[in-house]
């Protein structure tokens, strides 16, 4: 399928860079490759200059059927790097689109709801196929991190991943050598002997003697980009000998003693266009024009690949290169060194560039790098919403905490705005708060710029907590109304938070015009997980006045918007679309498909805190009124407890406390009932995810900041309230039941 997405892919990240000219093929470790196709893994680890790219490339050309993907500093996002890596396979052969709708959820544990999709997609491939993962080490996101290994352990007979990788790759090594799962390519491997080494001097256009050649190699003990540096060194320099004496052993030495050989015998223009615009992760002509304010550069790109200066072409048409990785760290090193005043100059031309040619988000890491902060805000402000609503949170979140990192949200509040909003969407109240106090703070200031706009969101919030009870919750979301841009698509949310404290305040007549309202701008505005949400509330509204025929419409058109728009991940507007589905489905009788809801419910309620109390009671009460309806006490008990929760933090919710306790007095007429699923806590919804991948209860821990004493007893109860006696028949019981995903 054509992937649509919130990001524009990198072509040239799904491609394996084209041979360059004296290249020496490594047949022999490529056979041993080929060999080794009953093993699903295999690991190319080395460092920078080892060839592993060369070495996978000529592997993935000989093999057939390989998709592959060559990571950056932006695929510290598991909805980008999963992205990648589908769509790679998507391009060998067409996978499931479940696969990609997965990948839009906020907040989602991808690990262990997409890698199991990508893998069943390998599976289901008439033929096997393989994947490359070339640069693993620009890998820090331990969520990045645990859905790598986690593929590893899923892919099926047949498939192959293979990682390059300058240190150990983030596998369960183990496991996998213990398997027999595991081919390793390193160092030893990779050094290149005498013959090899001949060949890639004379590829390069050096002749030396056999003499010259095995001290070259002992030298740089075989470092096949040691080699390469002391070809165009040699070049370079002319026929005078170099001294390799005292460089043995110490790669990161030789290396700057090679580059400052090269660019020793460079044109000065030469060397001051590789280092100027080594700035660049990717260059096209243009762009470095205007990074160095100057004309010419597409030829100076093209006579540097036939000069073969490590400057490899990104796509056909030549118009966008790179740099070879090992050597733009050199480039960098050396700007550094000759020309630090100008690195800033340089990013600030680069990011101008970049934003006025339709890509904002190298321009907000080049304004980043630039310091220009002005320039991040406006980016970051239209970025980083959609960023957040197509699933990449963590790539959102690092454009956002870039501005508490340098000092500046209260220069910036409008910033602390969004971020406050996506936290308490994410149900991380905690963080929403901080955030909300910080864009607070910022209103002391007399000349604040765009201070309405500010004002609105920061009423907005107030409204959403709802911390001062529902009449001002109502009062402030008039404010941020009134304040709003007509055009703004948040002024739906201004509505439906009306809309809300009319409802908890008892009064169902006044809402449901201002929902209808709401669903209209939400619409009209692309905002379709408030249109559902406004639905829901809607269908809310005509069951309590029993008007059970409009109820189900509104629950089936919230659902459907819900389905079609593939929000079944964790977007919080979706847990009260499922309650009242649920709750419409029991009054007309078909139990499995409330069930199915419920099961759906669950899932997010993790998401349901006092960040958005009046909403998360509300849907709370609604799915203890579907277990009452079910004679599940123990579902009911669970949700009103968490309702309680919620309340004691937040207990001015006008009449939502008193239909808590209706609900609670209905509860006390039950007796006995069976624990099941459905009495799973937050805590233990939260686990479910963590609990179907290779991860053990230490290294679970870590990741959810627990005891791995907590995990093991939350396990326990999971395995109980599951009717299961290990974590296997834990995750088929989960799988079962569609608590892991949509």
């Not at 979140?397 to 220069?411: C, M, P």
């Not at 669950?602 to 805190?609: E, G, I, Q, Y």
């Not at 009495?679 to 290779?694: D, G, K, M, N, Q």
Request: proline share 6%.
């Amino acid at each position: 399928m054509a992937w649509m997405g919130s990001f524009e892919l990198v072509e040239s990240k799904l491609h394996p860079p084209p041979p360059r000219p004296g290249i020496v093929a490594r047949t022999a470790l490529v056979d041993r490759l080929l060999a080794a196709d009953a093993a699903p893994v295999i690991s190319v680890a080395a460092p920078a200059g080892y060839g592993k790219t060369t070495l996978l490339a000529e592997w993935a050309q000989r093999k057939g059927r390989v998709g592959w993907v060559a990571v950056d500093q932006h695929d510290n996002d598991p909805a980008v790097l999963l992205t990648y890596l589908a769509v790679a396979v998507d391009r060998v052969e067409p996978i499931d689109p479940a696969v990609f709708q997965a990948l839009t959820a906020p907040g989602a544990s991808l690990a262990a709801t997409v890698v199991p999709r990508l893998a069943a997609a390998l599976s289901a491939m008439r033929q096997p196929v393989a994947l490359v993962l070339d640069h693993v080490e620009l890998l820090a996101n331990v969520a990045c991190l645990d859905a790598v290994a986690e593929l590893a352990v899923q892919l099926p007979a047949g498939s192959q991943l293979a990682l390059g990788s300058r240190a150990r790759p983030p596998l369960p090594v183990g496991l996998l050598r213990a398997h027999g799962r595991m081919v390793e390519i390193g160092v030893e491997e990779l050094a290149m002997d005498q013959p090899e080494a001949r060949l890639l001097l004379e590829g390069a256009g050096v002749q030396l003697a056999d003499a010259d050649v095995a001290e070259l190699v002992g030298r740089t003990e075989g470092w096949p980009a040691g080699l390469y540096l002391g070809a165009l060194a040699l070049k370079a320099r002319g026929p005078r000998r170099t001294t390799w004496a005292g460089f043995a052993g110490d790669h990161r030495l030789m290396a700057g003693y090679l580059w400052s050989e090269l660019l020793a015998g460079l044109p000065p223009r030469t060397v001051s266009f590789l280092t100027r615009t080594a700035v660049l992760e990717r260059m096209s002509g243009p762009l470095c024009d205007a990074v160095l304010d100057a004309g010419g550069s597409a030829r100076v790109l093209e006579s540097l690949v036939g000069a073969n200066l490590l400057v490899v072409p990104l796509d056909r048409r030549r118009q966008w290169y790179r740099y070879h990785h090992l050597f733009r760290d050199l480039l960098r090193t050396e700007l550094e060194r000759r020309e630090p005043e100008l690195v800033p100059q340089l990013h600030a031309r680069a990011a101008a560039w970049c934003e006025a040619n339709g890509l904002p988000e190298v321009a907000v890491d080049h304004a980043q790098a630039a310091g220009d902060a002005d320039r991040v805000a406006r980016l970051v402000a239209n970025l980083a919403q959609p960023a957040y609503a197509g699933g990449r949170v963590d790539t959102a979140r690092r454009w956002l905490e870039w501005f508490e990192e340098q000092g500046l949200l209260k220069r910036y509040p409008l910033i602390a705005v969004i971020r406050a909003e996506a936290n308490l969407l994410l149900g991380q109240p905690a963080a929403a708060e901080r955030w909300a106090a910080a864009a607070g703070h910022a209103l002391a200031e007399e000349t604040l710029p765009g201070r309405e706009l500010v004002e609105a969101g920061v009423a907005l919030l107030r409204a959403f907590m709802c911390r001062d009870g529902v009449g001002r919750m109502r009062a402030d979301a008039e404010f941020a109304w009134d304040r709003m841009d007509p055009g703004d698509a948040a002024r739906g949310l201004a509505l439906l938070l009306q809309a809300i404290s009319y409802l908890a305040d008892g009064k169902a007549a006044r809402a449901d015009p201002i929902l209808a309202h709401a669903v209209d701008v939400f619409t009209l505005a692309g905002g379709m997980p408030g249109a559902a949400a406004a639905l829901a509330e809607r269908s809310v509204v005509a069951m309590e006045r029993q008007d059970w025929s409009q109820a189900e419409t509104l629950a089936e058109q919230a659902f459907a918007i819900v389905r079609d728009r593939h929000l079944e991940g964790d977007y919080l507007s979706a847990a009260l679309v499922h309650a009242v589905a649920a709750r419409t489905a029991l009054h007309r009788g078909d139990i499995p498909r409330a069930r199915e809801h419920l099961a759906r419910a669950a899932r997010l309620r993790p998401l349901l805190s006092y960040a958005f109390p009046t909403y998360a009671v509300q849907t709370l009460l609604e799915l203890a009124g579907a277990y009452l309806a079910l004679d599940d006490a123990a579902g009911a008990r669970t949700v009103l407890r968490q309702a309680r929760d919620i309340l004691a933090l937040r207990p001015d919710l006008g009449v939502l406390p008193a239909k808590a306790e209706q609900l609670r007095s209905r509860l006390d007429t039950f007796h006995g009932g069976t624990v099941g699923p459905s009495a799973l806590t937050t805590a233990e919804l939260r686990l479910l995810p963590l609990l179907s991948t290779h991860l053990s209860f230490r290294q679970i821990g870590e990741r959810l900041h627990l005891s791995r004493h907590t995990v093991k007893s939350q396990a326990i109860s999971v395995y109980r309230k599951l009717g299961v006696s290990s974590r296997s028949q834990a995750i088929n019981r989960v799988q079962e039941l569609g608590l892991l995903g949509a």
